[in-house]
DNA sequence: GACCCTTTGAAGACC
DNA sequence: GGTCTTCAAAGGGTC
């Protein structure tokens, strides 16, 4: 984390998210345990993380997951295998259960074996916390044509063959390379940019995310940003409609207004750059797929969530300081982007939950919906959580230590909510 | 075909 | 300033 890191590369940060710091302070002692741990033994860190893992996932059947998880949540003194969520407070809160797909892959013997598995896992660390050294030799992928004779040591084996170039002391001279083969103007070469990517030793490796930007298909069609002085393609970049141009003759048939419109609606959209967790998410989901044979996003996030809470502080760090250097690259390419731009380009229905919430109850699907818990858990009893609306006992047995236990309340002594976990802050454990 | 789900983080909106 | 909302990725699932 650029903000933990004095000597690193976060000095000077301009960009810098407090919210990276705020993460890591929520931690508080929970990072000490982490260090502990992670000091005690990578395999048995991962043997509880696997473990809890399995807990919770079977913690709606039984109750000793559930108590389990309850003393993690308490925030207190977290031992053994309960300090292992190492979860922040309000994720830790969320004792969400395991989609059933997620369940199947946890059970899978391929996932249960792959997924915490030391030699994948730890593998990952290891290849983050070491680098790898130089020559071919060490590298478990096909050399990439634009391997560079010998990969600097701060380098990352398994990130795509780009990522060797930008890891290189002359990163910039390939996408060069590329646009002259592509006879696309790339006025990327700025001192600033280059900046960027002259990874010093103590500067963190590039991710296939960030080094794809110059690799993306985009790129190699020339494609850019109308009218942007940059013009610099990028993946942020997609099409507002993938529909193909008109015809000619069709499109001489349009008004000028039309024209006009259909101009702003194809647009492209830059999209925003991407946080840590979504650069961890990107490099780590097709190893998560691999290992789970899990293809439900959803599911694989929930893993990747997990995974994430499980890096030490220097492998976060490691993404942190990537997406503060994305947001810097994006903020140079875009200079007048803001993430306002992308408002409202997606529907979404959270809106329309939260219209319902506050006006009809509406039915018990749409009940649980407003506390934002999952549409295909089912009624059930057994955290004696009743809804407010519907007095009737909420089944959430994916939150097994509920301990919201009041009674079927009158309608008129429940105007608010009561506590759920669905309500991430609000949700109390049973200690 | 649009949206949901699910995760975390960044940033804008709102009070 | 604190809280809430939206969007970034991903792809199977749902409507």
């Given at each position: ?235 942020a970049?997609?099409?507002s ?26 647009k492209p959209t830059i999209k925003k ?61 875009y200079?007048g982007w803001s993430a306002r731009d992308n408002y409202g380009k ?86």
């Amino acid at each position: 984390m650029p903000q933990l890191d004095s000597g690193g590369a976060g000095g000077g940060d301009d960009l810098g998210a407090p919210d990276e710091l705020l993460a890591f302070q929520d931690e508080g002692e929970e990072q000490d345990d982490k260090s502990r741990d992670s000091t005690a033994g990578p395999e048995r860190d991962l043997a509880e993380l696997k473990s809890s893992l399995v807990n919770e996932s079977e913690g709606a059947a039984g109750g000793a997951g559930a108590r389990e998880a309850g003393g993690a949540a308490s925030g207190e003194a977290e031992v053994g295998p309960e300090a292992l969520g190492r979860e922040h407070s309000s994720q830790r809160l969320f004792g969400d259960k395991l989609p059933e797909s997620l369940e199947d892959g946890l059970k899978a013997p391929e996932c249960a074996s792959g997924m915490y598995k030391e030699t994948v896992y730890s593998a990952f660390n290891l290849l983050m916390h070491y680098p790898a050294p130089s020559g071919a030799g060490q590298h478990p992928q096909p050399q990439p044509p634009l391997h560079k004779a010998s990969q600097p040591p701060h380098s990352v084996p398994q990130l795509s063959p780009l990522y060797e170039h930008f890891s290189s002391p002359h990163p910039t001279q390939a996408p060069v390379d590329i646009s002259q083969k592509q006879g696309v103007h790339r006025p990327l070469q700025t001192p600033d940019l280059s900046s960027f990517y002259s990874l010093t030793s103590g500067s963190m490796g590039q991710l296939p995310h960030t080094v794809s930007w110059f690799t993306h298909p985009s790129l190699m069609l020339g494609s850019g940003v109308p009218g942007h002085p940059a013009a610099i393609p990028h993946p942020a970049i997609v099409p507002s409609s993938g529909k193909q141009d008109l015809q000619p003759y069709d499109r001489s048939l349009k008004t000028q207004a039309e024209s006009k419109a259909e101009k702003e609606a194809k647009k492209p959209t830059i999209k925003k750059p991407l946080n840590a967790f979504m650069l961890y998410m990107k490099e780590m989901r097709a190893k998560v797929i691999a290992e789970c044979t899990l293809k439900e996003s959803a599911a694989i996030n929930q893993i990747l969530g997990r995974r994430w809470h499980a890096l030490s502080r220097e492998e976060q760090a490691k993404y942190y300081e990537l997406a503060r250097k994305e947001r810097q690259l994006h903020m140079q390419l875009y200079p007048g982007w803001s993430a306002r731009d992308n408002y409202g380009k997606k529907k979404r229905r959270s809106r329309e939950k939260h219209q319902e919430s506050t006006t009809d109850p509406g039915s018990p699907k749409k009940c649980r919906a407003r506390f934002g818990l999952n549409q295909q858990t089912d009624w059930c009893g057994p955290c004696r959580w009743v809804c407010p609306h519907h007095h009737s006992p909420c089944a959430l047995s994916c939150f097994p230590d509920c301990t919201c236990s009041a009674g079927p309340a009158a309608p008129s002594s429940a105007p608010q909510p009561l506590a759920h976990p669905g309500d991430r802050g609000t949700y109390a454990l049973r200690t």
